[in-house]
């Protein structure tokens, strides 16, 4: 009986060993996809693969053949090393184009020499339609990537309602280099400090495509990044969500609506159809940030030049720094009689909270009251525009 024992329990160890150091794979899910229908989604984790020979991790993952089904069949995925020697990450591209909101189930499996895994549920696509109607069905945005093969990038729009005042603009006017999100991004577990690594595109909620937009960094920081608009005029009052989608180093995407637009008719009716601002940008984006005070009533005589008056009180920052230099911002001013936009004056004012104040000078030919209107360019063209002041004329 001892024999047997000693016997079965030679086997035993065997088997243990053996199973101890065959190959093994793994598969394990990853997180959901959120991405809106006919946008997609490229180079976004689908899986985690473990992926060991003898016990100890593999660093060569070029004898797997990774797969993914989105519901359509199985094609191709990527894989990428993650930070631990034998853990890799599956990645993958694809766009629905169903017309309505919906959730998918997603399969991943891999094969290799004697390994294979098959995940039936690896993660799921939030699908979601654009959330203006007039972005429907969208275009495709444009691709990009640094690099032709999937890595461990992660991005992350850590802030997207990054205003302490409403985005409101005016139809017909137009805004420049507003800020709309704040991002970050992962490389290999370390944070990417290289602005050269991303690709921002903007759909702002009138129409189907998408426009570059420009990324700067977020005031001193070397880890955060800022999202400005270009140039973009609309052309009737309304309400319009802008979505972003943001491209990392590999071609890693994430498209999220990062913030909504208030879209208003000029105040004065004398003014409308309003002439489209000054929208200039000036150097590269920076982090501008700009408030406008408005001022009490003034009362002017009709037929006589209202010279030098104090149209709003002007307060900035440029990386995160209160700015004081005037010479660095032009304004524009509506004096609500009409159309057009006449040159202001931006000066020092000696106030440590409103440094600056924004003056003009008019001539108004007829009694009334009149709403004026101010279009600010910052520092690198970052625009504000806002109602400011009432005029009564007598």
Known sequence: MRGTRNITSAVLESLESRQLFADMLALTAVAPINAFDGVGFRQNPVAYATYTKNGVGVVDPSGLKAEVNFGSGWESAGLAKLGTVGQFVVKASHTYNVGVAKTFKVQTRITGPGVSDVLTNSTQVNNSLMPAAASRPPASPSAWSRVPTPLDVKLFVTNASPFDRPFTTYAGVGFNRDQVAVFSSKFHGENDTDITHFKAQLNYGDGKYWFDADITRKGTSTINYVVKTRDHV???????????????????????????????????????????????????????????????????????????????????????????????????????????????????????????????THTYTKVGTYQVVLHLLGTDGTTLTQQTVTVKVV
């Open 234 to 360: 609309y052309t009737a009052a309304g309400s319009y969500p802008i979505t972003l989608f943001l491209t990392g180093y590999d071609g890693t995407t994430i498209s999220q609506t990062v913030t909504t637009v208030t879209v208003k008719d000029l105040p004065a009716a004398a003014s409308k159809p309003a002439k489209q601002a000054p929208l200039t940008s000036i150097g590269s984006a920076q982090d501008v940030w700009m408030a406008i005070t408005n001022v009490p009533t003034i009362t002017v005589n009709v037929g006589k030049a209202a010279t030098n008056v104090t149209l709003g009180k002007l307060s900035a920052k440029v990386a995160g720094t209160i700015d004081t230099n005037a010479g660095g911002y032009m304004a524009f001013v509506n004096w609500g009689d009409s159309p057009t936009w006449q040159v202001g004056n931006v000066v020092h004012s000696g106030s440590s909270t409103n440094p600056m104040d924004v003056l003009g």
